[in-house]
């Protein structure tokens, strides 16, 4: 199992970047996703998740209104738009899969629960 993260970049305050997290699952459908992120110094920190369908999504309370995760269970792809971001949002963007259709939030926001990583894609956002 591959995850391959993409689409990070340098953008100002207020801009917008759209992440793409492709899977080399065939049932990639099955599989409850995430994405985290670490600045540095910082430890990896939950970002947002999504189940198998698309049906349930959790962010934390940093991004809400701002981030939107999906899926394209066809293109066996996640994204993770995000707009209006903050100098504070600048870090290495990793996704993850769970082994599970979905996770309950105390469990979606566990890296202990995720079985697959990708490598991370870089997010620097100036002032």
């Known amino acids: 199992v591959q995850l391959q993260a993409s689409g990070g970049g340098l953008v100002q305050a207020g801009g917008s970047l759209r992440l793409s997290c492709a899977a080399s699952?065939?049932?990639?459908?099955?599989?409850?996703m995430g994405w985290f992120r670490q600045a540095p110094g910082m430890e990896r920190e939950f970002v947002a998740a999504?189940?198998?369908?698309?049906?349930?999504?959790y962010y934390t309370d940093s991004v809400k209104g701002r981030f939107t995760i999906s899926r394209d269970n066809a293109q066996r792809t996640m994204f993770l738009q995000m707009n209006s971001l903050k100098p504070e949002d600048t870090a290495v963007y990793y996704c993850?899969?769970?082994?599970?259709?979905?996770?309950?939030?105390?469990?979606?926001?566990?890296?202990?629960?995720?079985?697959?990583w990708g490598q991370g894609t870089q997010v620097t956002v100036s002032s």
């Open positions: 993850a899969a769970a082994s599970t259709l979905g996770l309950p939030y105390d469990r979606a926001r566990s890296l202990n629960d995720y079985n697959y």
């Open positions: 699952i065939r049932t990639f459908s099955v599989y409850a």
């Open positions: 999504i189940n198998w369908n698309g049906g349930t999504t």
